[in-house]
């Protein structure tokens, strides 16, 4: 079922303990399909954003303290089970609204962990998510965010599913845990007939660098983003500064310079090209 907004592209699987808005806008994940393996993932919601969170509207001094840039990155997500009625007290939106925002697909209902098990046997590959063709079940995850309200809090798991699938789709799935081989029941050799399909596209062919690095310097202050007195430098008394090439640059390695009193000046990265990189010497 559909949570948000048809892509292309595969997929990592993030090994690191942050919640799904810091890996969403993780630049690392530009144009892959990101997967959790974390059941309900949307019970905390999403925090309030900015109207915009270019770098270039970005206050230096009030970086958002949830998110690693200044986008959602990934080309799609996939998840177990989504849990559309958020509780938190940070929380401003659902999951799923901010996808759609962003215009980035999403799906749930799927075996994430055996998935994860077969990139992890056979390898990061190209895949796609895909929209089925009958428009009441693509527009899945509005019917269910909608239907969220008639679902009672002692529901378990499965019944939230099949409640929420029910709601969606006008038929009684209640206690029926079977999944047919294509939306329209067809043999699963004809899957696809049911499908939008999409061509594939290859992350690998595109320039990921330009399309994550910021494209203006930026100066970030010890003052401003950390409330921490500048270290100086001990011989010509200057703020110490350090010069980064963004090439897919965190919010949060921004932070633990300045956090340190260290001026951070984040530039494009076509700065490679003004500041050529001379290569390391031969290793014996």
Same mark, same amino acid.
């Given at each position: ?26 630049p690392s994940y530009s144009s892959q399909i990101l997967i959790l393996t974390y059941p309900i993932i949307?019970?905390?919601? &999403? =925090? +309030?954003?900015?109207? *915009?969170?270019?770098? !270039? ?5 009030? %970086?958002? #303290? ?5 986008k959602i990155h990934v080309a799609a997500l996939i998840v177990g089970s989504y849990n559309p009625a ?61 239907? &969220? =309200? +008639?679902?009672?809090? *002692?529901?378990?798991? !499965? ?5 929420? %699938?029910? #709601? ?74 350090v010069l980064a090439l963004d090439v897919g640059m965190k919010y949060n390695q921004i932070r633990c ?9 984040? %530039? ?17």
């Amino acid at each position: 079922m559909s949570l948000a907004a048809e892509c292309p592209r595969f997929a990592p699987v993030p090994p690191g303990m942050v919640g799904y808005p810091e890996s969403l806008t993780d630049p690392s994940y530009s144009s892959q399909i990101l997967i959790l393996t974390y059941p309900i993932i949307g019970s905390y919601g &999403v =925090p +309030a954003r900015p109207a *915009s969170l270019a770098p !270039a509207d970005v206050n230096p001094g009030s %970086l958002p #303290a949830e998110f690693e840039s200044s986008k959602i990155h990934v080309a799609a997500l996939i998840v177990g089970s989504y849990n559309p009625a958020f509780s938190h007290h940070l929380a401003k939106s659902s999951l799923g609204q901010w996808l759609k925002e962003e215009n980035v697909p999403a799906i749930w209902g799927v075996d994430t962990r055996a998935l994860t098990k077969r990139l992890r046997e056979k390898g990061v590959t190209l895949g796609r998510v895909l929209a089925r063709k009958d428009s009441s079940l693509a527009n899945g995850g509005a019917a269910a965010e909608a239907a &969220v =309200p +008639a679902v009672k809090p *002692s529901s378990g798991l !499965a019944k939230l599913g099949d409640k929420l %699938l029910s #709601a969606v789709t006008g038929e009684d799935h209640t206690g029926s845990r079977s999944r047919s081989a294509s939306p329209s029941g067809a043999p699963a050799a004809d899957w696809r007939t049911g499908y939008e399909l999409v061509p594939f596209a290859d992350p690998n062919a595109t320039n990921l660098v330009a399309k994550v690095s910021v494209t203006e310097p930026i100066l970030y202050t010890p003052q401003a983003v950390s409330g921490v007195a500048p270290s100086v430098h001990p011989r010509e008394g200057r703020p110490m500064r350090v010069l980064a090439l963004d090439v897919g640059m965190k919010y949060n390695q921004i932070r633990c310079f300045t956090q340190r009193g260290i001026e951070v000046k984040v %530039l494009p990265w076509v700065s490679l090209r003004v500041f050529p990189i001379p290569p390391a010497p031969p290793v014996a």
